[in-house]
């Protein structure tokens, strides 16, 4: 599916089956000397089909066109090697870049996620099942690395770039001043919810993520373009829905907590979650996964202020409150 956003930007919807985003939204601009295309979508095949239907559809010539990853996630970046030409500049955050050129970085999660509770029978298959670990990029991009505050400029757009770490450490928003548009990747949905997780205990990210939030609260938006689902208009008022939801998501994991001393993959099976499951022990296992990093993340922010104690006195690390 095609839509004409403004004049000369498209949307392309991209399907992610087996994914409760359903679909991507790739966005084309069309400039008379170089094109942009912003996020690609997963290294498989039915994305691939999909954004090379648009690309004939909008005779995008990719000789001519340059691409903008907002952050590392696979459903974004997967299929840029692929797509990209000799010619193309790809554009990416200087921070996310780093996960590209990291060794062991998967060994060092499942590391991670064993310490906090994880069972260690399941991590392999975790891993497995892990959508970035099965549709990255197949080469390493050689990326073009941008920061916050840099322009870019393609046709009539001049496309501010925001650093708006949270939902990964490297993510970044575009913003079209003269039209009031935000393309706002991750870090804004409107249907759902990003997903906000830390497989580090040297990084908040839910704490990043709600200042990121307040950083774009003030930018004057006519329209709200995110990475997955529906176009809205409201920036303010979803903004503060989403903090809302946060302080929400962090008193449940404190009841959940309770008085007692557990790890993060039990406070995630006692938690809530937006999934057609009876029960924890049913989940997918890529779910589980979502869900204690997102508990990890939660955990780490009520440390940050003092509500909870993390303990680190045996193999696993558990937590208690305050």
């Known amino acids: 599916m095609i839509d004409e956003v403004m004049k ?3 949307r392309i919807a991209v ?43 909008l005779e995008i010539d990719l000789m001519k066109t340059d691409f903008f990853i907002t952050h590392m996630h696979a459903d974004h970046s997967g299929l840029v090697t692929r797509l990209a030409t000799e010619s193309s500049t790809i554009h990416f955050s200087r921070i996310d870049s780093q996960v590209f050129k990291r060794d062991g970085g998967w060994n060092t999660m499942l590391e991670f996620a064993g310490i906090n509770g994880f069972p260690e029978n399941e991590l ?13 990029p197949q080469t390493v991009p050689d990326f073009s690395l941008i920061d916050d505050g840099d322009i870019i400029t393609v046709g009539d757009y001049r496309l501010q770039c925001i650093a ?68 809205f208009t409201d920036l303010k008022g979803r903004i503060d829905e989403l903090k809302e939801h946060h302080e929400s998501r962090a008193n449940e994991t404190l009841e959940v907590l309770g008085h007692d001393r557990k790890n993060a993959y039990e406070i995630a099976a006692g938690m809530t979650w937006d999934i057609d499951c009876e029960s924890w022990d049913v989940f997918p296992i890529a779910q589980k996964w979502f869900a204690t990093g997102e ?28």
């Open 124 to 136: 392999m298959r975790a891993l497995n099942n892990h959508p970035g670990f099965k549709y990255s």
């Open 15 to 57: 399907p992610l089956p087996n994914s409760p985003l359903k679909e991507l939204n790739s966005y084309f601009i069309k400039g008379e000397d170089r094109n942009l295309i912003i996020d690609t979508g997963f290294n498989r095949a039915v994305c691939f089909e999909a954004m090379q239907e648009g690309i004939e559809k």
């Open 164 to 231: 708006t770490p949270g939902h990964t450490p490297g993510h970044i928003c575009l913003y079209e001043a003269d039209k009031k548009a935000f393309l706002s990747g991750d870090h804004i949905l409107y249907d759902i919810t990003p997903h906000i997780e830390s497989w580090a205990y040297q990084i908040n990210s839910l704490q990043d993520y709600i200042d990121s939030l307040e950083k774009v609260y003030t930018l004057d938006v006519d329209i709200v373009l995110p990475g997955h689902r529906n176009f």
């Open 295 to 322: 508990a990890i993340a939660h955990l780490r922010y009520l440390e940050s202020e003092g509500r909870v104690k993390r303990n680190t006195d045996s193999e696993i690390v558990t937590f208690t409150a305050a």
């Open 8 to 10: 000369d930007f498209y």
